[in-house]
């Protein structure tokens, strides 16, 4: 069972409100990631986090916070955000931590599809 | 020079054709290596590895080639059911995988 869970699957709200995404393995991956995609680009990392720490920030706006409450669970709030933060987030895990090699390959979910009003 | 580059495409081919998916990457540090199938409004899926030996999975084969920092793809037999973008993937290192833009393959009938 290769499958990680993401919920809700399409979210709109206004730029005052608070809301999460969450995101769910249960597969025992180390690494778990947040990625942001917008129409017709790849995916840009976000967020990762191995062993339950957050190991990788790219810089990204604090109105986005994440959150590892366990090796399972994934989460991302979302706060006072701009229409041009409306893409696909899509939520990966992979079975390694910081290593390379075999174990790296990531296994996304379906994605939460964002709208900013 | 960007990290991972891929030929956009389309590249628009009949079924039953064979087609050819080329990707380059600059750092030589990276130390693993994927193509992922993404359908329009859907998450990436994991197509591949790619190992230094080759690998084939049945109408898919992918190599590589370290010295020239250079990934392919080859499907044969092309499906209907194969149109979609592929994505050239590349780890680095610390988790961390850097995406081609993709190459969007339209198989016709």
């Known amino acids: 069972d290769t499958e990680v869970t993401q919920t809700p699957k399409h979210l709109v709200m206004g730029m005052t409100n608070k809301k999460s995404l969450k995101c769910e393995q249960h597969m025992g991956h180390r690494a778990m990631y947040w990625y942001k995609q917008k129409a017709k680009k790849p995916p840009e990392l976000m967020f990762v986090?191995?062993?339950?720490?957050?190991?990788i920030n790219e810089s990204v706006p604090s109105r986005f916070s994440p959150e590892c409450p366990n090796s399972s669970l994934l989460n991302l709030h979302l706060h006072a955000l701009q229409p041009e933060d409306s893409a696909l987030y899509l939520c990966?895990?992979?079975?390694?931590?910081?290593?390379?090699?075999?174990?790296?390959?990531?296994?996304f979910g379906q994605g939460t599809r964002l709208t900013v009003v | 020079r960007k990290e991972v580059e891929q030929d956009p495409g389309p590249f628009n081919v009949p079924e039953g054709a064979t087609v050819a998916f080329n990707c380059t990457y600059s750092?030589?540090?990276?130390?693993?290596f994927f193509w992922y199938r993404q359908d329009c409004r859907k998450e990436p899926k994991l197509l591949m590895s790619?190992?230094?030996s080759g690998n084939e999975d049945g109408r898919f084969t992918a190599q590589l080639n370290r010295a020239s920092q250079y990934i392919s793809l080859l499907i044969r037999d092309s499906k209907l059911s194969d149109s979609a973008t592929y994505l050239c993937?590349?780890?680095?290192?610390?988790?961390?995988?850097?995406f081609g833009k993709g190459t969007m393959l339209l198989v016709s009938p």
């Open positions: 990966a895990s992979s079975p390694g931590g910081f290593t390379g090699g075999k174990g790296t390959e990531a296994f």
């Open positions: 986090y191995s062993y339950e720490k957050l190991s």
């Open positions: 790619v190992y230094s």
């Open positions: 750092n030589s540090a990276s130390q693993s």
């Open positions: 993937v590349v780890n680095s290192g610390y988790s961390t995988l850097t």
